[in-house]
């Protein structure tokens, strides 16, 4: 068990970190609202984690009952699909871009809906919960509806603690980012070796 949750939260740590458009919704907005705003922004977020967990943990669990042939399928899958991301971000461009011009200020309930919103309508997420989750799983042969919520469990807590500490030093990041062009470099390549590594590590 040990095994398995170490690695993946390593790499669910270094992907969080990684500059996706959640990390930077929520550092804009603590830029621009302050850091209760970052701090409600990030609660909607983490919560949607909550919908795409129970989506991915109900729907592979039943297939692995099904088959452990369906479930070889889904893993190489999740292996081609994790490549394919690395691909992406080696096609993108290495500059973050932290705008907030015409950003409006937002209620509590806002910010929070807001962010929830964005993670639960968004089946990229779903997609990569179900590239990411069943190659960690510790013991097919056991619940595994409970393992599923065991990594999203982990992988909420440690975006709740990344995004709230973004929220919180909101100000210092932005500068260090807006000073440091190598910054977005070196987070693009740190995130390609993490999808590739992921993915070898899924199949092998």
Request: no cysteine.
């Given at each position: 068990m040990i095994a398995q949750l170490v690695p993946f939260l390593t790499a669910s740590i270094i992907l969080t970190i990684s500059p996706g458009p959640d990390i930077i919704y929520v550092l804009v907005q603590s830029i621009a609202n302050g850091r209760k705003a970052g701090i409600m922004t990030t609660i909607g977020l983490v919560s949607g984690i909550l919908i795409h967990t129970s989506l991915v943990a109900f729907g592979v669990s039943a297939i692995i009952k099904e088959s452990e042939s369906f479930f070889l399928a889904i893993r190489i899958f999740g292996a081609v699909y994790l490549f394919y991301l690395a691909f992406k971000v080696y096609s993108a461009e290495s500059r973050i871009s932290l705008s907030n011009r015409a950003l409006p200020e937002k209620s509590n309930l806002s910010l929070f809906?807001?962010?929830?919103?964005?993670?639960?309508?968004?089946?990229?997420?779903?997609?990569?919960?179900?590239?990411?989750?069943?190659?960690?799983?510790?013991?097919?042969?056991?619940?595994?509806?409970?393992?599923?919520?065991?990594?999203?469990?982990?992988?909420?807590?440690?975006?709740?603690?990344?995004?709230?500490?973004?929220?919180?030093?909101?100000?210092?990041?932005?500068?260090?980012?807006?000073?440091?062009?190598a910054s977005g470099r070196i987070l693009k390549w740190l995130q390609i070796f993490v999808f590739l590594g992921i993915g070898l590590f899924i199949l092998f």
């Open positions: 809906k807001t962010g929830f919103i964005m993670n639960v309508l968004n089946p990229k997420v779903t997609i990569f919960f179900l590239a990411f989750f069943p190659g960690f799983l510790w013991d097919t042969g056991e619940d595994t509806v409970l393992q599923f919520y065991t990594l999203g469990g982990l992988f909420m807590l440690q975006a709740l603690l990344i995004f709230g500490m973004v929220a919180m030093l909101a100000g210092r990041i932005s500068g260090y980012l807006n000073s440091h062009s």
